[in-house]
């Protein structure tokens, strides 16, 4: 009922406020907003004013997976990303966490599709996604985990299937964002932990919104195979180098 109600509230703020682009503030007498529909892809669009069409025609899509490798001798781990984060992907991703805009994560879903795509052409047998995971307390402020919410959509459209408890986030960690590569790796040290969803013998695609250095895929990464499973990417939204 919770979510619904927010859904319901959210749908009513985005029909009466006359809302300015996120990323570059434009507004919205603009000549290339077109509501209720800002972006479309496809049969996709995105029927709330979040972006003017200049920001989002320099969006920067992604058409090949990222290597990321944190140390000599360790193998990298695969990032297949939507876009680069610039400033726009920055705002849409803050828009969904910080300012419970829900409804953005279907959208974002539906443009991570392609990089789904690119990750199960390397592997779809018992393909699984596993969405990042967050520590009660911080789902207690948020009310939902950005991460799962995105997953379940990529899974509803794509049939792949979703382990929402392979991964447990057993303690509070600081803001990945404030801190260091190295210092990344450290505050997550023992932070996850395994859940009670199954991964042994999947090609686990993790699911995430931004992945910037890594850290927290590898360590997702570590659990996974720790618990067996045979494979391990990540799909995210935006990929900082």
């Known amino acids: ?36 529909a800002v972006i479309r892809t496809g049969s996709l669009s995105l029927s ?22 944190h140390a000599p001798g360790v193998a990298p781990i695969a990032v297949h990303a939507a876009f680069l984060t610039d400033n726009a992907v920055l705002a849409l991703t803050h828009l969904l966490k910080f300012s ?15 990089a789904l795509c690119h990750a199960l052409a390397a592997d779809n047998a018992g393909a699984l996604l596993v969405p990042v995971p967050m520590d ?37 960690t600081r ?7 190295l210092e990344r790796l450290q505050n997550l040290d023992g932070a996850i932990a395994p859940g009670r969803d199954r991964v042994a013998g999947r090609h686990v695609i993790l699911v995430d919104d ?7 895929a590898r360590v997702c990464e570590r659990v996974l195979r720790a618990n067996g499973a045979r494979l391990v990417t990540v799909v995210c939204f935006g990929y900082r180098p």
């Not at 319901?8 to 209720?36: I, M, Y």
């Not at 069409?53 to 997976?65: I, T």
């Not at 805009?101 to 959208?107: G, N, T």
């Open 1 to 36: 009922m919770r979510g619904w109600v927010s859904a319901g509230l959210q749908a009513v703020v985005d029909c009466l406020l006359d809302e300015r682009c996120h990323a570059c503030g434009g507004g919205c007498d603009d000549a290339a907003w077109t509501p209720p």
């Open 48 to 69: 709330t004013r979040l972006l003017c069409a200049a920001c989002a025609r320099g969006l920067s899509p992604l058409s090949s997976p990222v290597f990321v490798q």
């Open 100 to 114: 419970r805009r829900e409804r953005v994560a279907p959208w974002m879903a539906g443009l991570m599709q392609t």
């Open 136 to 172: 009660r307390a911080a789902l207690r402020r948020r009310g939902f985990n950005q991460a799962a919410r995105i997953a379940l959509q990529l899974g509803s459209v794509s049939g792949v299937a979703v382990a929402r408890h392979a991964l447990h986030k057993v303690r509070a």
């Open 175 to 181: 803001p990945q964002s404030s801190l260091g590569r």
């Open 210 to 216: 931004l992945v910037t250095t890594g850290a927290t």
